[in-house]
């Protein structure tokens, strides 16, 4: 069992940063494949970026491409998503999730365990 809790959320103006972070505890990150997702007012939750255990494979939704990077620091459980000149639209509650079998997926339904979400706002 794994528990996720999300951080780092705020509200910001438009073109500024952000970095969350999503904390792991139960168990460590060190096999888990880690997935951010996030989820708009009135729309479907939807993929951002993942990870793989290791931390050497990436994957990023095309639009995310450029302004979001995932990293992982296994020492700590903690894994983070940086995202640079935020945008209104960026505004949504964002979440980690992991996957046991360390296969990062655009696919939510891939992931085992959810956190609560960290919500961020964005300022024009």
């Known amino acids: 069992q794994v528990q996720l809790v999300e951080s780092g959320g705020g509200l910001v103006e438009a073109g500024g940063s952000l970095r969350l972070s999503c904390a792991a505890s139960?168990?460590?990150?060190?096999?888990?494949?880690v997935g951010w997702f996030r989820q708009a007012p009135g729309k479907e939750r939807e993929f951002v970026a993942a990870?793989?255990?290791?931390?050497?494979?990436?994957y990023y939704a095309d639009s995310m491409k450029g302004r979001f990077t995932i990293s992982k620091d296994n020492a700590k459980n903690t894994v983070f998503l940086q995202i640079n000149s935020l945008k209104p639209e960026d505004t949504a509650v964002y979440y980690c999730?992991?996957?046991?079998?360390?296969?990062?997926?655009?696919?939510?339904?891939?992931?085992?365990?959810w956190g609560q979400g960290t919500q961020v706002t964005v300022s024009s």
């Open positions: 139960g168990r460590t990150f060190g096999r888990y494949a």
């Open positions: 990870i793989s255990w290791s931390g050497d494979r990436t």
């Open positions: 999730a992991a996957d046991q079998f360390n296969t990062p997926t655009m696919d939510r339904r891939g992931y085992d365990y």
